[in-house]
């Protein structure tokens, strides 16, 4: 059996997320680095075990497209996706979830959401504290 | 001199004296500095210092010092090796890149880039980045667009066709973004620099 380093194996473990991840936002809108699309998958891998997802459409935050993120990280119990709420034209603050393949981390701050989206709860998530 | 000397002395006076008027200089300091935050990052790794083993919290007598492990999350293990052959552990490092790309690869696609000339402009990052998590989102828009007007001014002013461009045109074109005072482009990666050196001013403090 392979062993790797754990440098090498965040390597690995990055790209093999990045590709699920891709391929499950890809039916769900525009993947555009600009800001001009409906989310943002961020291509480089800095070397932390996270990956990045800006979301501009709010629609991507519908709980069963959050979950269907975080089936994708059962076997990975070392990451994490940071889903950043990052609307075009919109000054909100940062807010986002946390998805780890065993919780959803929830700051998001509806008070500034459309009223439709306000009741979006995740089944089993809590709210962020300053140690997350 | 050694590196901790280097990183407490002149060269962190400078920075500080300069932070507030970015230019090209600074930029040039914060490469080397970021360069030599690499390097000890390696010769810690080779005395088998673990920067993120876990510490006991701030509060209790032993605050700061190294915990045994076990403080939940991942359990590392600094010192495994791969167990393949060299060789493919040599194909294997080299067919990949850490860290945050000078020219964003989203561009390599959108402009249909020659081969040769995304093979350069892929190998353009920072290296890996400890200091923290991903984060800027407006920021990193925005230096992506930047970027790309950029690439785009590039391409017309040179005549390049992008998938004719050459290693030697992505190589000059890298190095540009390295030198412009865009501030959507300075900025933003000051900023990365910034918080790099910073996260090695406070790892040094620790080894002390």
Redesign the interface.
């Known amino acids: 059996m392979t062993e790797y380093s754990d440098d090498e194996r965040q390597d690995v473990e990055w790209e093999a997320i990045y590709h699920r991840l891709s391929a499950y936002l890809a039916p769900l809108g525009e993947n555009d680095a600009f800001g001009e699309g409906d989310y943002w998958l961020l291509d480089d891998n800095w070397g932390n075990w996270q990956h990045k997802l800006h979301v501009a459409s709010l629609d991507l935050l519908r709980p069963e497209v959050i979950t269907g993120i975080q089936r994708l990280l059962e076997n990975y119990p070392d990451w994490s996706i940071v889903v950043a709420v990052d609307p075009k034209e919109m000054h909100w603050p940062a807010m986002g979830l946390i998805v780890r393949s065993h919780e959803i981390i929830d700051g998001l701050q509806r008070e500034y959401f459309p009223p439709e989206y306000r009741d979006i709860h995740y089944p089993g998530s809590r709210v962020g504290t300053d140690r997350d | 001199m050694h590196m901790r000397e280097v990183l407490r002395g002149g060269a962190i006076n400078e920075s500080a004296e300069t932070v507030s008027r970015p230019s090209t200089r600074l930029m040039a300091l914060d490469f080397r500095l970021m360069r030599w935050g690499w390097q000890l990052d390696n010769l810690a790794r080779k005395a088998g210092f673990n920067p993120s083993q876990p510490r006991v919290p701030a509060g209790s007598p032993d605050g700061g010092k190294w915990a045994d492990g076990g403080g939940g ?2 359990c ?3 010192q ?5 052959p060299q060789t493919q552990i040599s194909e ?2 080299a067919a ?6 000078f020219v ?4 390599f696609q959108r402009f249909g880039l020659s081969a040769e000339a995304r093979k350069v402009l892929d190998r353009g ?1 920072t290296g ?3 200091a923290e ?3 800027w ?2 920021e ?2 925005e230096y ?2 930047a970027i ?1 007007e950029k690439l785009s001014r590039f391409l017309r002013d040179n005549k390049i066709r992008p998938e004719s461009m050459t290693a030697n045109e992505a190589t000059e074109f890298r190095e540009r973004i390295l030198r412009d005072q865009d501030p959507r482009i300075r900025n933003f990666n000051l900023k990365i620099y910034r918080r790099e050196i910073l996260y090695w001013i406070r790892r040094i403090r620790r080894l002390d």
Do not use: A, E
């Open positions: 999350g991942r590392f293990r600094w495994t090796r791969l167990s393949r294997f490092s990949r890149v850490r860290g945050h790309h964003p690869r989203s561009l990052v890996r980045l400890r998590k991903h984060g989102s407006v990193h828009h992506n667009k790309r």
